[in-house]
């Protein structure tokens, strides 16, 4: 069955530190898609990173990266130099594939929470 | 600016009231959805649209009907069907379908009593 398992509910971090957010991804295809998404309490969920199944190097995006382990089926979000900003939840999910599978699997979300 | 809205932010409705949630994107984006938020849930798939006309169920489409008219606009109505419809609920849109990011609005949450 297509699913992410993000097994961390919530998790802290001091100011100025890098975090891991983890997931996980089942999947028997060989073309997917895997995306992160921020949502703070306002609602709205925020694109952050994209990685495609057949990318060689890691994502990255400003203070976000994407560390990719296709043999592990796994995709964990880093964020360095956290800041307030930072807490929300977070979302990883994926696209199967790119045939006619249209749809995102979502995880459960990490609520990440920045400490002063 | 470029972007997604979603109207109103706060939805108040009685039972047995049908209730249309309004989606509207200046992206030129081929590709809109509707997703449910549940409190501790991740989100689900209500309906989704490739293209102008065009409209597919998502995983939980009983009780929601949607149409797509025109590119720009995706609007949803929440029918009496809809067995729990307090919830609240994000549009995206996509360039096109597949592996894109989606950009969602700012979301409606809508509360039925």
């Known amino acids: 069955a297509q699913k992410i398992t993000q097994t961390q509910p919530g998790m802290f971090v001091q100011e100025k530190e890098a975090v891991t957010l983890d997931c996980t991804y089942d999947?028997?295809?060989?073309?997917?898609?895997l995306f992160w998404y921020k949502q703070p309490s306002s609602g709205e969920m925020i694109f952050l990173i994209y990685q495609g199944s057949y990318d060689e190097q890691n994502a990255t995006e400003g203070r976000y990266s994407l560390n990719f382990q296709k043999a592990r089926k796994s995709a964990n979000l880093v964020i360095s130099a956290s800041q307030l900003g930072d807490s929300a939840m977070y979302f990883c999910a994926m696209i199967p594939n790119a045939g006619n599978n249209r749809k995102l699997i979502w995880g459960l979300g990490t609520s990440l929470a920045v400490n002063p | 600016d470029g972007g997604i809205t979603q109207s109103p932010k706060y939805l108040f409705r009685k039972e047995g009231q049908n209730v249309t949630l309004s989606c509207e994107q200046n992206l030129n984006h081929d590709a809109m959805y509707w997703y449910r938020q549940d409190p501790g849930q991740g989100l689900r798939l209500i309906y989704y649209s490739q293209i102008v006309n065009d409209f597919q169920k998502g995983d939980i489409a009983e009780g929601y009907s949607v149409s797509r008219e025109k590119k720009e606009s995706f609007p949803l109505t929440v029918t009496s069907a809809q067995k729990n419809p307090t919830a609240f609920y994000l549009c995206?849109?996509?360039?096109?379908?597949?592996?894109?990011?989606?950009?969602f609005g700012p979301g409606t949450r809508l509360t039925v009593t």
């Open positions: 995206a849109s996509s360039i096109r379908s597949g592996f894109y990011e989606q950009y």
């Open positions: 999947t028997s295809d060989q073309s997917y898609g």
